[in-house]
């Protein structure tokens, strides 16, 4: 049996996975098995070498667990922007500047190895495996840490990612929503907006829990969450729209607002009846798709 290791790197942790290779995957989309799934916190948040090194330690581990002649290929889903040839441009939330990042990977591994964004990889893994799986052309949003997005595009079976002309595309969380604030500052768990200091998943537990309050805070992160979905359809037009990571877990929480506010800003009447889905891959979407990168 061959495996392949697929990686998610995002401003907190390590997600990694091992999977099934399936060589046919493009044709057969059908989900590879996923026989290991792993979470490590990363240490070094403002050391971009060390940073490094917790991502190759991660993978070496992978190898020797694994055997090196069982490992087919080695994915790499990393957050913030990347050049076409795959080099870490400056970003909030990593330590990696100006790093080239595949380069760096194929001189440590003798592997064939494929990097991209982490939202990219999440939005592909959708696109191939997921709730996007019967689309023409998926946008795939995550929120964690940032706000990522992914564009996938599919013409008579032939998927693939959109990278736009210098390979940042879909940088969406960095549009403006409202003349100052981003739609990371506005959704993503570092919002001081909505937050305040306070833990996401804490919000949560209490706004299930019948917190009026909390619930509200949720209500204000479904209404900004639909106007960024909104201005992303407006530009766009996709068939799907995918909403993953840690905070899409409190779906039910936001997601009537989320809806009600991408229909109001939405332009194109058709448009306004675009799906717009929970994830299906859970945690592991992101390293799926990273290790089926093509």
Same mark, same amino acid.
């Given at each position: 049996?061959?495996?392949? &290791?697929?990686?998610d790197?995002?401003?907190?942790?390590?997600h990694? /996975? %091992?999977?099934?290779?399936?060589?046919?995957?493009?044709?057969?989309? =059908?989900?590879?098995?996923?026989?290991?799934? !792993?979470?490590? #916190?990363?240490q070094?948040k403002?050391?971009? +070498?060390?940073?490094?090194k917790?991502?190759?330690?991660e993978?070496?581990?992978?190898?020797?667990?694994?055997g090196?002649?069982n490992?087919?290929?080695?994915?790499?889903? /990393?957050?913030? @922007?990347?050049?076409? +040839?795959?080099? *870490?441009l400056?970003?909030?939330?990593?330590?990696?500047?100006?790093f @080239?990042?595949?380069?760096?990977?194929?001189? !440590?591994?003798?592997?064939?190895?494929? %990097?991209?964004n982490?939202?990219?990889?999440?939005?592909?893994?959708?696109?191939?495996?997921?709730?996007?799986?019967?689309? *023409?052309?998926?946008?795939g949003?995550?929120?964690?840490?940032?706000?990522?997005?992914? &564009?996938?595009?599919?013409?008579?079976?032939?998927?693939?990612?959109? +990278?736009?002309?210098?390979?940042?595309?879909?940088?969406?969380?960095?549009?403006?929503l409202?003349?100052?604030?981003?739609?990371?500052d506005?959704? *993503?768990?570092?919002?001081?907006?909505?937050? $305040?200091? =306070? #833990?996401?998943m804490?919000?949560e =537990?209490?706004? =299930?829990?019948? !917190?009026k309050?909390?619930? +509200?805070?949720? $209500?204000?992160?479904?209404f900004?969450?639909?106007v960024? &979905?909104? !201005?992303?359809i407006? %530009?766009?037009n996709?068939?799907?729209? &995918? %909403?993953?990571?840690?905070? *899409?877990?409190?779906?039910?929480?936001? $997601?009537e607002?989320?809806? $009600?506010?991408?229909?109001?800003? /939405?332009?194109?009447?058709?448009?306004?009846?675009?799906?717009?889905?929970?994830?299906?891959?859970?945690?592991?979407?992101?390293?799926?798709?990273?290790?089926?990168?093509?």
């Amino acid at each position: 049996m061959k495996y392949v &290791i697929g990686l998610d790197i995002g401003g907190t942790k390590i997600h990694s /996975i %091992v999977a099934e290779w399936d060589k046919d995957f493009l044709r057969t989309r =059908r989900l590879p098995k996923v026989v290991k799934s !792993n979470r490590v #916190d990363l240490q070094n948040k403002k050391d971009g +070498d060390k940073f490094f090194k917790e991502i190759t330690t991660e993978i070496h581990s992978l190898i020797e667990e694994f055997g090196e002649k069982n490992v087919e290929r080695i994915g790499v889903g /990393i957050a913030g @922007p990347l050049s076409r +040839d795959k080099v *870490s441009l400056p970003s909030p939330n990593l330590p990696l500047k100006n790093f @080239p990042t595949l380069k760096k990977l194929e001189e !440590n591994f003798n592997f064939p190895i494929f %990097v991209d964004n982490d939202a990219n990889c999440f939005a592909w893994a959708e696109h191939l495996f997921g709730a996007a799986a019967a689309a *023409s052309s998926t946008v795939g949003v995550t929120l964690g840490t940032g706000v990522g997005g992914g &564009i996938v595009l599919d013409r008579d079976g032939e998927a693939f990612l959109w +990278d736009g002309y210098h390979g940042g595309a879909a940088e969406i969380g960095h549009m403006i929503l409202d003349g100052e604030r981003s739609f990371e500052d506005l959704c *993503s768990s570092r919002s001081q907006y909505l937050w $305040k200091g =306070r #833990d996401p998943m804490a919000i949560e =537990r209490e706004a =299930r829990a019948g !917190n009026k309050e909390y619930q +509200d805070v949720y $209500k204000k992160f479904g209404f900004w969450l639909g106007v960024g &979905i909104a !201005n992303t359809i407006n %530009v766009i037009n996709p068939e799907i729209v &995918i %909403v993953g990571g840690s905070i *899409s877990k409190a779906w039910d929480l936001f $997601k009537e607002e989320m809806n $009600k506010s991408a229909k109001k800003y /939405i332009i194109s009447i058709q448009a306004k009846e675009t799906k717009i889905v929970s994830a299906k891959l859970g945690d592991d979407a992101g390293a799926l798709g990273a290790a089926y990168l093509i």
